[in-house]
């Protein structure tokens, strides 16, 4: 069973930083992809940065420069670095991993995606 628990979240001023951590446990081997999303009050949830198991990462146009993924395979831990914050960052911010289909040993996996609890970043002076 696949578990992804986030955290690093809270209260920063505008200016500030802040680094998110998600940690995965459970079928780990089958992930494509992990990444964060978040949701402001009253908008959809939205991509910020996804990861590849091959490394290669991809970012939403507004945190272009200023967030960072970057991930530890030994951890199983996918990490959010966040500079530069605005309030306009302020959401519940969600750790997400993309489970590819296929077989893994004799078991066989269905495309899948699972999805942390969410950690609260609030940018605020």
């Known amino acids: 069973q696949v578990q992804l628990v986030e955290s690093g979240g809270g209260l920063v001023q505008p200016g500030g930083s802040l680094r998110l951590s998600c940690a995965a446990s459970?079928?780990?081997?089958?992930?494509?992809?992990m990444g964060w999303y978040r949701q402001a009050p009253g908008n959809q949830r939205e991509l910020v940065a996804t990861?590849?198991?091959?490394?290669?990462?991809n970012y939403a146009d507004s945190v272009k420069g200023r967030f960072t993924i970057s991930r530890d395979t030994a951890k199983n831990t996918v990490y959010l670095q966040m500079n530069s914050l605005k309030p306009e960052d302020t959401a519940v911010y969600y750790c997400?991993?993309?489970?590819?289909?296929?077989?893994?040993?004799?078991?066989?996996?269905?495309?899948?995606?699972?999805w942390g609890t969410g950690t609260l970043v609030t940018v605020s002076s």
């Open positions: 997400n991993a993309a489970q590819a289909p296929g077989w893994y040993g004799s078991d066989w996996y269905d495309p899948m995606d699972y």
């Open positions: 990861i590849t198991s091959g490394g290669s990462t």
């Open positions: 459970g079928s780990t081997f089958s992930f494509s992809a």
